[in-house]
C-alpha cells in the first residue's frame, strides 16, 4: 500500500511555470507507475502523463506535450509535474495516481490516489 500527497499548486499567470510534486509513502515505490490527471469544474477527469516505474519511459496526453514534463526520483519517492507554458485551461486539480500492476493513463487509472492539489492559471 502506498499513500501519495500532492504539492506545489498555485496560482500563476498565462505563461508562467509551475512544479507539483507527489510525495510517497512506503519502502516500494519504485514498483508502482505513476499517471498525473487532473479535473476541472464541470468536467470529466483528464489523464496529463505518466511513467514507468523505472522513470525511463513518459507519455504525455496531446493538450500538455510540449509543455509538461515527468520524472521520478525513487530514492526521494516522489513523482514530479513540471508545466510550463501554462494556459488558462490547465486550470484545474491536479491528482497524481499509482499502481503496481499497471500504468496509470488513457482510460486506465490505478488504485491508489492523493488528494489533489489546485492549479489555477489566471489571463
Known amino acids: 500500500q502506498v499513500q501519495l500527497v500532492e504539492s506545489g499548486g498555485g496560482l500563476v499567470q498565462a505563461g508562467g511555470s509551475l512544479r507539483l510534486s507527489c510525495a510517497a509513502s512506503g519502502r516500494t515505490f519504485s514498483s508502482y507507475a505513476v499517471g498525473w490527471f487532473r479535473q476541472a469544474p464541470g468536467k470529466k477527469r483528464e489523464w496529463v502523463a505518466n511513467?514507468?516505474?523505472?522513470?525511463?519511459?513518459?507519455y504525455y496526453a496531446d493538450s500538455v506535450k510540449d509543455r509538461f514534463t515527468i520524472s521520478r526520483d525513487n530514492a526521494k519517492n516522489t513523482v514530479d509535474l513540471q508545466m510550463s507554458s501554462l494556459k488558462p485551461e490547465d486550470t484545474a486539480v491536479y491528482y497524481c495516481?499509482?499502481?503496481?500492476?499497471?500504468?496509470?493513463?488513457?482510460?486506465?487509472?490505478?488504485?491508489?490516489w492523493g488528494q489533489g492539489t489546485q492549479v489555477t492559471v489566471s489571463s
Open positions: 495516481n499509482a499502481d503496481q500492476g499497471v500504468m496509470p493513463g488513457w482510460g486506465t487509472v490505478g488504485t491508489y
Open positions: 511513467i514507468n516505474r523505472s522513470g525511463g519511459t513518459t
